[in-house]
């Protein structure tokens, strides 16, 4: 075995994109969520029962979707993390 040193990320990139992507995914699938189940309000949207719990089940998919399957969530590629 050789002994290469793998790269170190700093823990402050990790902790940015999983809140960036949790931030980004909650928006963006509440609103299509909201939109294709008829729950949008003229300040957003508003999620109740079987709704938010697919939007629950949506944030699950994407992060093992992203971590497991394509190597990196959307904001851990965009900041190297």
Same mark, same amino acid.
């Not at 994109?17 to 949790?22: S, T």
């Not at 931030?23 to 299509?32: P, S």
């Not at 969520?33 to 300040?43: C, D, E, F, I």
């Given at each position: 075995? *050789?002994?290469?040193?793998?790269? =170190?990320?700093?823990? #402050?990139?990790?902790?940015?994109?999983?809140?960036?992507?949790?931030?980004?995914?909650?928006?963006?699938?509440?609103?299509?969520?909201?939109? *294709?189940?008829?729950?949008?309000? *003229? +300040?957003?949207?508003?999620?109740?029962?079987? *709704?938010?719990?697919?939007?629950?089940?949506? /944030? /699950?998919?994407?992060?093992?979707?992203?971590?497991? /399957?394509?190597?990196?969530?959307? #904001? =851990?590629?965009?900041? +190297?993390?």
């Amino acid at each position: 075995m *050789s002994d290469v040193p793998t790269p =170190q990320v700093a823990t #402050w990139r990790k902790v940015v994109a999983a809140i960036l992507d949790f931030l980004t995914v909650f928006f963006v699938g509440g609103y299509i969520v909201g939109a *294709s189940t008829g729950n949008l309000t *003229s +300040s957003g949207f508003k999620l109740e029962g079987m *709704s938010a719990l697919l939007l629950f089940i949506l /944030i /699950i998919a994407y992060f093992y979707v992203g971590r497991k /399957i394509l190597g990196g969530t959307l #904001w =851990q590629r965009i900041l +190297s993390a």
